[in-house]
């Protein structure tokens, strides 16, 4: 039977004396995880002013894709990966599998939806005169862009912190297609879900813990920074 207040202890303990193995798996999932990130960012936030102020053909489809898109499970993401970079896969000899940056692939698919439709919904809640404004008077149309993200930036920062908080908290894509190997691909939640299955539930509560704190820690600086603006007008 489960000791909770004992396994509690343990963790704790098992957090603050530094253990080699804990803070490797928290290096590799920030590591991945951030990677992955870095990589989605531009991209969405580029999609997602397309989508608000360009007009093209198929605009609507594609809108509508990415919101459907936010909803597919984790592991069907990494089904689709595991699929693609397999030895029969076509991206096969590339031989990722197994490997940090296929999880990175996966990641990344999984996080640019939400981005998309968030950075979408933040472009389109602003007023597009500030852009048309912008072009009139002569700017470049790459300085336009950085304007109106200036003037969207806790909107737009809300959507990337949102893709992370997708990408560090899945399991399912990163099991997969990661292998959850020690010291390599073996990550916060893929940990959490080896280890209480083996009945660790100390280490389990320890990577639980470092989660928590890394969703807060991000929660507080967003918070911080939107005050200090407020304060400076």
């Known amino acids: 039977m489960l000791d909770i207040q004992s396994a509690t202890v343990d963790a704790l303990s098992l957090l603050l004396r530094g253990d080699r193995?804990?803070?490797?798996?928290?290096?590799?999932?920030l590591s991945v995880s951030l990677r992955a990130l870095a990589l989605a960012t531009p991209i969405a936030l580029l999609l997602g002013f397309a989508l608000a102020y360009l007009r093209?053909?198929?605009r609507r489809l594609l809108v509508t894709l990415f919101n459907t898109l936010m909803a597919v499970p984790a592991v069907v993401v990494g089904l689709v990966v595991y699929i693609c970079l397999s030895a029969q896969g076509p991206a096969g000899d590339l031989h990722l599998l197994f490997t940090q940056g296929a999880m990175i692939i996966g990641q990344f698919l999984l996080c640019l939806p939400l981005m998309v439709a968030l950075a979408h919904a933040s472009f389109r809640a602003a007023d597009e005169r500030a852009w048309e404004s912008a072009l009139t008077l002569g700017a470049h149309p790459w300085r336009a862009l950085l304007t109106v993200m200036h003037e969207l930036r806790f909107g737009l920062l809300a959507a990337v912190l949102a893709g992370f908080g997708r990408v560090i908290a899945e399991v399912g894509c990163s099991m997969m297609v990661g292998g959850n190997i020690l010291y390599h691909t073996r990550n916060i939640?893929?940990?959490?879900?080896?280890e209480t299955s083996k009945g660790a539930f100390a280490s389990g509560i320890t990577l639980g813990l470092v989660l928590l704190l890394l969703a807060l820690g991000l929660n507080i600086a967003l918070t911080w920074l939107q005050d200090s603006e407020r304060a400076a007008l």
């Open 21 to 29: 193995q804990l803070w490797s798996i928290v290096f590799t999932s």
């Open 56 to 58: 093209f053909p198929g």
């Open 189 to 194: 939640t893929t940990a959490i879900a080896l």
